[in-house]
């Protein structure tokens, strides 16, 4: 059976026979609407120039644009701006309902809000605003068109992402901020060929000392999956160091914890969180980063003290996850159940907003459900975007389901540089290094496991202790050279 996947370069496959006989039992919500949060993040830009042209001429009418065209993708917002932003931008559609650019910055300060406070609720508020200005401008509306792209990856919807930013990109090809939305965009799908060419694009543009951070900031995404991670961590940290507010600096300091958390360098990565934190204390990923990285440093109490109040109100179904897989590795599988339960809750609500959680769903199906529910799911993601995530997340429901030598193909295009962005993930290997053990291919396991534990030794409460028992057990078993292409 040809196994290859329809990735770039290679030759599509048909899907093997489904199960005749299955019991799929559904953990969570049954039907989901698409989209995605990506990262990408809107802001506040004092002074920042209208996107498509400069202010217009005179105090009170420059005054008027800036209020105007301060929400722009790229750039991270405080929440009491945005809120203040929202209810100026109210007031000025009441008053002037033909004001398309008003309908286009509203639009998008519900985006950034609902992404900020984890409220799906303001993603169809931001959709009718935005289709709003739309119709009121036209399609060459390069103000709304961006919106709705950052809207569509805030709902996880890259193919929505890629046409809107493509617009947009086209109407102002100048402009630098319409880059970086077709880069997260092509990101998701998988097109990372695309996602480098219109990076170097942007970095090709001549923009002013308020838009450089956020192409920083962009480049280190980039340099991220293409396992650049030296790089990565200079472009955010250079980008932190330019940012004009606090917001900015703390979602980008944030973002430099993560990449220390990747590479498992604890310290560093506590250090970043915390100061993250100290800027701006409604950051939502850098609490979660905080009390995964204690958690790891053998401080459990203080972890999962963090971890309650992260999720306190309006928790991210990821960090529910998190929290519940910490009590699972305790043995508190009471607790755990409870976090599960209240995944399920949230994941309701982001749905309900339009947000495509089939990812999330059929990675807590795979290993907590039914992983046969978990492969349906997968599948139907991946012929929509198949990014590496979506890869490595439906090799490893394959793998659970018994299915371990279709499994290894999307669990290898999840970890060939070749075939994907390049990323370095403990988790992908791991997955990839349980499934050839599976396979009796224990050459590869070994090496696949140890550099999964090499990369970050503290991936996974649960999953660390198995990659450990895994590598005793495999023991001094002979290597074997990787597979030819």
Do not use: C
Not at 79 to 94: C, D, H, N, S
Not at 225 to 232: K, L, P, S, Y
């Amino acid at each position: 059976m040809d196994n290859r996947l329809s990735v770039p370069g290679a030759s599509p496959v048909p899907e093997p026979p489904r199960r005749s006989r299955r019991v799929l039992r559904r953990v969570l919500v049954a039907a989901l609407a698409g989209g995605v949060v990506a990262g990408a993040v809107l802001a506040l830009l004092p002074g920042e120039h209208p996107v498509g042209g400069p202010p217009a001429p005179g105090p009170r009418a420059q005054a008027r644009t800036q209020a105007l065209t301060t929400v722009t993708y790229g750039v991270p917002a405080a929440l009491p701006g945005l809120t203040g932003l929202i209810g100026r931008q109210e007031a000025r559609v009441r008053a002037q309902p033909r004001d398309a650019r008003a309908w286009a910055v509203l639009g998008s300060a519900y985006v950034e809000r609902g992404r900020r406070a984890g409220d799906a609720a303001d993603y169809p508020r931001a959709e009718r605003a935005l289709r709003t200005s739309l119709e009121v401008r036209g399609t060459r509306n390069s103000e709304a068109l961006g919106g709705l792209a950052a809207l569509a990856l805030a709902r996880r919807d890259f193919p929505a992402a890629k046409r809107y930013g493509e617009q947009a990109l086209k109407a102002a090809p100048k402009q630098w901020s319409a880059y970086p939305p077709l880069i997260d965009a092509y990101t998701g799908l998988g097109d990372y060929k695309n996602a480098r060419s219109t990076l170097d694009k942007l970095l090709g543009l001549r923009t002013d000392a308020a838009a450089r951070p956020a192409v920083m900031a962009r480049a280190a995404a980039v340099y991220r999956d293409r396992g650049w991670r030296e790089d990565a961590v200079a472009q955010l940290t250079d980008a932190a160091a330019a940012a004009r507010t606090p917001a900015a600096q703390a979602a980008w300091l944030a973002g430099v914890g993560q990449l220390a958390w990747e590479r498992g360098d604890l310290p560093d990565a506590l250090r970043h969180f915390e100061a993250a934190l100290r800027l701006d204390p409604d950051q939502r990923v850098a609490p979660a980063g905080r009390a995964r990285t204690l958690a790891a440093m053998g401080r459990t109490s203080e972890a999962l003290a963090v971890y309650r109040a992260a999720v306190k109100e309006r928790p991210r179904p990821e960090d529910l996850l998190e929290l519940g897989e910490l009590y699972e590795s305790l043995g508190r599988t009471e607790l755990a159940e409870e976090q599960y339960a209240r995944l399920r809750t949230a994941v309701r609500g982001s749905v309900a907003g339009g947000v495509d959680e089939e990812l999330l769903i059929g990675r807590f199906e795979a290993d907590h459900g039914d992983a046969w529910e978990a492969v349906d799911r997968l599948r139907e993601e991946w012929r929509r975007q198949p990014g590496i995530e979506v890869a490595d997340a439906l090799g490893w429901a394959l793998h659970r389901s018994g299915e371990d030598q279709e499994a290894l193909t999307y669990a290898t295009v999840a970890t060939d540089k070749a075939k994907g962005g390049g990323v370095r993930s403990a988790l992908y290997a791991f997955h990839l290094g349980v499934i050839e053990g599976e396979l009796e291919r224990y050459g590869p396991a070994r090496r696949h496991l140890q550099e999964a534990l090499r990369i970050n030794p503290y991936f996974s409460p649960l999953r660390v202790p198995v990659a450990r028992e895994a590598l005793q057990e495999l023991g001094d078993v002979p290597d074997e050279p990787p597979p030819s292409e």
